[in-house]
């Protein structure tokens, strides 16, 4: 499996951190200059591409064109997406692309429905998208709790 991401604050930063610490090829694209925001710049040990744009709206596309699948994380499903989370589901809806918004706040259901996603669509690249910490604070550290809890029962399985 390879995990792609866009390197942004909140669930990119969560995802591309938890494949690196489980040894999981990460990936993906960012904007022109790895432009992070309130002018922050995404840190180079990402294996990010860089956009011909800075425009976050490219990046998001390109990684769910990229990906096998795209898997959102959400802080609460029943909550109306906003911003580039809404783009995300929008744009994989429009390609036809599978996709699954899943509530970072129960990662034991959660994490039931990504492995069973995952294996009914044999996902191989995976795109992990949703807010950044700024517009969802504790995202992030909810984020990394689900998919190290995700991936380690993948992992497990195989070990048996």
Not at 69 to 89: F, K, N, R, Y
Not at 98 to 110: G, M, N, Y
Request: charged share 25%.
């Amino acid at each position: 499996m390879k995990i792609i991401s866009g390197g942004l604050t909140g669930v990119d930063r969560a995802a591309l951190d938890v494949a690196i610490k489980l040894n999981i090829e990460h990936g993906g694209w960012c904007p022109k200059g790895r432009i992070a925001e309130k002018g922050g710049i995404i840190p180079l040990h990402y294996q990010l591409e860089e956009t011909k744009s800075s425009n976050y709206e490219v990046r998001t596309k390109l990684n769910i064109e990229d990906a096998d699948g795209t898997l959102i994380i959400v802080p609460d499903v029943e909550e109306a997406l906003t911003d580039g989370t809404a783009l995300t589901l929008d744009y994989a809806k429009k390609i036809a692309k599978p996709h699954l918004v899943v509530d970072a706040r129960d990662k034991t259901i959660s994490s039931e429905h990504i492995l069973e996603w995952l294996q009914e669509n044999v996902i191989v690249i995976l795109n992990v998208a949703g807010p950044r910490e700024s517009k969802s604070p504790g995202i992030y550290e909810r984020t990394c709790e689900l998919l190290d809890f995700t991936f380690n029962k993948i992992s497990n399985t195989c070990e048996s």
